[in-house]
């Protein structure tokens, strides 16, 4: 069974710092995608960004960006330029052929202005 | 696009009654599903819907919880009795196709706490 590993409860970073936050999985497939979602105060669960296994290039979305290592089953999230609105749960997620989506744990990171 | 709709947003209860969690996803997703979230557990997929079909519904707790999606536009959640370890929040979401092809979409979830 696929399982995701969130190694890290919470994570301080300063304002304008960038911060990386890790995620390991494990799985037998080929072919999944990979999520990090963001859950703020409200509950709210928002996609931050997703990565297609089967692409080598890292995917990008403004200041967010993963650093996926296949081989490794690394996945793992960099935030630049943080702002206190990035003050969050971020949880990453594994999707395989059989639709379901595996959370971690979760990584509560706190903004320090 | 509204988005996730989830109804109530809060319910309180009392032990041994009966609560519907209700759900509309987004207009033209096939797939449909329902977590739990606690901080004991985490984030847990209960069961999830394809073309209003339940395909996986091997995270339901019990027999006390039932899931139903009578069309494409809307699902419950009903748990009968209801006991306070149900207490968490039941998040909903959809997705526009499966097979790893596309990112679910959540709800902004209802917090359930049973007395």
């Known amino acids: 069974a696929q399982t995701v590993t969130q190694s890290q409860p919470e994570m301080s970073v300063q304002e304008a710092e960038t911060v990386t936050l890790s995620c390991t999985y494990d799985?037998?497939?080929?072919?999944?995608?990979l999520f990090w979602y963001k859950q703020p105060p409200s509950r709210q669960m928002i996609l931050v960004i997703r990565q297609e296994a089967y692409k080598q290039q890292n995917a990008t979305e403004n200041r967010f960006s993963v650093n996926f290592q296949k081989a490794a089953k690394s996945f793992s999230l960099k935030i630049s330029d943080s702002q206190l609105g990035d003050a969050a749960m971020y949880f990453c997620a594994y999707r395989g052929r059989d639709d379901k989506i595996i959370f971690g744990k979760g990584t509560r990171l706190h903004i320090l202005p | 696009d509204a988005g996730v709709i989830q109804s109530p947003r809060h319910e309180v209860t009392e032990m041994g009654q009966e609560v519907t969690l209700r759900c509309k996803p987004i207009s033209g997703h096939d797939y449909l599903f329902w977590y739990r979230q606690t901080m004991m557990r985490g984030l847990e997929l209960l069961i999830y819907f394809n073309n209003n079909v339940p395909i996986d519904d091997s995270g339901m707790p019990e027999d006390r919880f039932s899931a139903k999606m009578p069309n494409a536009s809307f699902s419950t959640l009903k748990i009968q009795p209801s006991e306070p370890r149900d207490s968490a929040v039941y998040f909903c979401?959809?997705?526009?196709?499966?097979?790893?092809?596309?990112?679910?979409?959540f709800g902004p979830g209802t917090r359930l706490t049973v007395l």
């Open positions: 799985t037998s497939e080929s072919d999944y995608y």
């Open positions: 979401a959809s997705s526009l196709a499966g097979l790893t092809t596309d990112t679910q979409y």
